[in-house]
């Protein structure tokens, strides 16, 4: 069994600030990694994901996150932030051990409010 | 456009009258799956679909039904809906999940339960 934990649920900044959004997982396999995000009254898009090779990934907006095997985390983090990247922010992983099923699974999702 | 689409995006309704999701995607996905979203408890998948006629429980499926007749459609059905259905569910889709393939997400329907 797999699960996530996304250490804060709301994360308040001011803009141009910098962000780091924590995420830690938990696997008895390897796994895919991912983070989501949803803006107000939307669905869920890909921000970016961690499949294989580097383990420092860019995504869209200017984010990005590091994967470290030892200590199970995929946290993501932005050098300066926007009011537009306010939105909620949802980690997720799955099991890559290439198994016949697939299932994705969230964190509870972390609350980004930049303010001005 | 490439989209995944769901209807409606907004519905109230009573205890026990069976209601139907309906979620369409256009992209020739094999992988299917619907996701309910609560305050504090992020996304929890209800069912999903490898492939046509392909469908298994997801973590939540007490209460729910899916069908997969055909690839680009994957209908959520309540056949007696409770109040504690009440939600914003997702319908995403997927093209080789495996192999680490993004899923793409639906608007989203807000589902009221009265």
């Known amino acids: 069994a797999q699960s996530v934990t996304q250490l804060d649920s709301q994360v308040p900044v001011f803009e141009e600030a910098p962000v780091e959004l924590r995420c830690n997982y938990s696997?008895?396999?390897?796994?895919?990694l991912f983070w989501y995000v949803q803006y107000p009254n939307q669905g869920l898009q890909l921000l970016l994901k961690?499949?294989?090779?580097?383990?420092l990934v860019k995504g869209i907006n200017g984010f990005e996150a590091e994967f470290n095997k030892s200590q199970t985390s995929f946290h993501l983090r932005k050098p300066s932030v926007h009011i537009s990247d306010t939105a909620e922010y949802f980690c997720a992983v799955s099991d890559n051990s290439g198994g016949s099923n697939y299932k994705l699974t969230f964190g509870k999702g972390t609350l980004l409010t930049v303010n001005p | 456009e490439a989209q995944v689409t769901q209807n409606p995006r907004y519905l109230i309704t009573v205890t026990g009258k069976k209601l139907t999701v309906t979620c369409s995607q256009n992209?020739?996905?094999?992988?299917m799956s619907w996701y309910r979203q609560d305050p504090g408890l992020g996304l929890r998948q209800i069912y999903y679909?490898?492939?046509?006629?392909?469908?298994d429980k997801g973590d939540v499926p007490e209460g729910y039904k899916v069908s997969r007749k055909e690839k680009r459609n994957f209908p959520l059905i309540l056949e007696s809906p409770s109040p504690n259905q009440t939600s914003l569910y997702f319908c995403a889709s997927s093209l080789s999940p495996l192999a680490g393939n993004e899923q793409y997400f639906g608007p989203g329907t807000r589902l009221t339960v009265t």
């Open positions: 696997s008895s396999v390897s796994v895919y």
């Open positions: 679909s490898m492939n046509v006629e392909v469908t």
């Open positions: 992209m020739n996905h094999e992988y």
């Open positions: 961690y499949l294989s090779g580097s383990t």
